[in-house]
């Protein structure tokens, strides 16, 4: 999961659990804030170069198909 633990994870049929996960990023300041500052700090992980690679690499196997 490219998320990692900067986010609430959920199976998205189980539509309780999606319904209690949606109330908690809404009402759960202390957790959101956790949670935005995580996926900051994960984003910084990422590089707009590698995903050009990456999304170029992907393009050409698609075309040699």
């Not at 609430?8 to 804030?33: C, M, N, Q, Y």
Request: aromatic share 6%; proline share 2%; charged share 30%.
């Amino acid at each position: 999961e490219i998320a990692g633990d900067s986010a609430w994870i959920v199976d998205p049929d189980d539509h309780e659990a999606f319904g209690a996960k949606l109330v908690s990023a809404l009402t759960d300041v202390d957790g959101r804030s956790l949670r935005i500052a995580r996926g900051k700090q994960r984003a910084h992980s990422y590089t707009w170069e590698e995903t050009a690679a990456k999304t170029l690499s992907l393009l050409r196997s698609i075309r040699d198909l």
